[in-house]
């Protein structure tokens, strides 16, 4: 088989992403070593505006600088004398009352970037601002504590930052069936039968190969984990809510994967950002709803921690458009049933003390966040993965 000719029919492994110098006899090793907790993070990406999400409607500053996009009083959930839910996150005060939602505000970091794309891979990647990584803070939990590549799955076509490592990236797949099917194409097949072509020894064909091995077994362990379990409650027709129910599915069917990774996107509301970001929030909060439900009802809710972010936050000042520019720190939402500080974590950062861009000022780095998950809840040396010690916080 020439080299064109093979990578010509490994194409269809670009879906099945891998992991390098990963080897089919790591198979047999226990996954004992990393705990039965699991670990689901969602991002709402676009960058979310935590202002109208958790609304002050008691500061007189919030209406000043939103005079067409402030929350009406009597449109919000109201939680304590100071801060209320969006209407639209009613299943979220559900989750609220029942002890199983923290809600940390002000989350950021220092020298906040702006730029969806850094910020992102700031957040993914657990860096600095002015640091450069190549790879995710899962990814390297995975370098150090996995041995699959099913360890971590993100519920998408395409695979993050977040889940890639130096020797270890997780996989991504929408759906277990459409990846097995995929891994059992005759171009695919076709492809391992020629291991011991001499080209595959040419530059990293080899190790193209190796990955692909690793790529069908772990297609067939998901898709047959998948096959063991079911979905107890009923989850709203979207995208998103079909994450949760494969993600659900999946921690059912008893499967060896310890982090998983949805998103919901559009958040990016400079315009006409009231219809647009009310939209999102019913369809986080309902998809929230049915997965936590789904989990309560099969055993599994316990031992299952959700992690929701945003890469960051919005303007307090409306823009002419009636939406809100790129910000810097917003609040980030933490959902189990093993809270030690259930409600508001802490305070909302004072309106009338904001930095130079006009954005809320961090008290809490995501950092701390990612530490207190990797220590206290996977269990794990986080200053290992983090590349460096961050303040643990309290709330598991």
């Not at 689901?40 to 609304?55: K, P, R, S």
């Not at 990647?125 to 971590?152: C, F, H, V």
């Amino acid at each position: 088989m020439d080299r064109r000719h093979f990578l010509k029919q490994s194409t269809l492994a670009s879906s099945l992403f891998f992991v390098p110098n990963f080897v089919k006899a790591f198979e047999n090793i226990s996954a004992k070593n990393l705990g039965y907790k699991r670990l689901v993070i969602i991002q709402l990406a676009g960058g979310n505006d935590g202002l109208n999400t958790i609304i002050p409607f008691n500061n007189d500053v919030y209406y000043r600088n939103r005079p067409t996009i402030g929350i009406n009083k009597n449109e919000i959930i109201k939680v304590t004398d100071e801060l209320g839910f969006h209407s639209n996150l009613l299943p979220l005060k559900k989750l609220y009352d029942q002890g199983h939602l923290t809600i940390i505000n002000n989350v950021g970091y220092p020298n906040p970037n702006r730029s969806h794309f850094r910020s992102t891979d700031i957040w993914q990647t657990a860096s600095s601002s002015d640091q450069y990584l190549q790879t995710g803070w899962i990814g390297r939990y995975l370098d150090e504590y996995g041995n699959k590549p099913y360890n971590a799955i993100e519920i998408d076509d395409s695979l993050s930052l977040a889940l890639k490592g130096q020797n270890i990236n997780g996989i991504a797949t929408k759906n277990p069936q459409v990846l097995f099917r995929t891994s059992q194409d005759p171009y695919f097949k076709n492809v391992l039968e020629h291991y011991q072509d001499e080209h595959l020894s040419e530059h990293n064909l080899g190790y193209l190969y190796k990955t692909m091995i690793a790529a069908e077994s772990s297609a067939k362990y998901i898709f047959e984990k998948h096959k063991t379990a079911s979905n107890n409650q009923e989850y709203p027709n979207n995208e998103f809510a079909n994450q949760l129910k494969t993600t659900a599915r999946l921690i059912n069917s008893g499967i060896e994967t310890k982090v998983f990774y949805s998103s919901l996107g559009g958040f990016d509301t400079h315009a006409n950002q009231i219809n647009s970001q009310a939209r999102l929030l019913k369809m986080y909060a309902e998809g929230v709803e049915a997965f936590v439900n789904d989990l309560k009802q099969q055993g599994t809710f316990n031992d299952t921690l959700i992690l929701t972010f945003s890469e960051f936050g919005r303007r307090v000042k409306q823009n002419a458009a009636n939406g809100t520019d790129h910000g810097a720190a917003s609040n980030l939402f933490i959902i189990g049933n093993q809270l030690k500080t259930p409600g508001f974590y802490n305070e909302l950062a004072n309106l009338n003390d904001l930095d130079a861009n006009g954005d809320l000022k961090y008290t809490v780095d995501f950092r701390s966040v990612y530490a207190t998950v990797l220590d206290k809840w996977l269990a794990v040396k986080d200053q290992t993965i983090l590349n460096k010690s961050f303040t643990k916080l309290n709330f598991i």
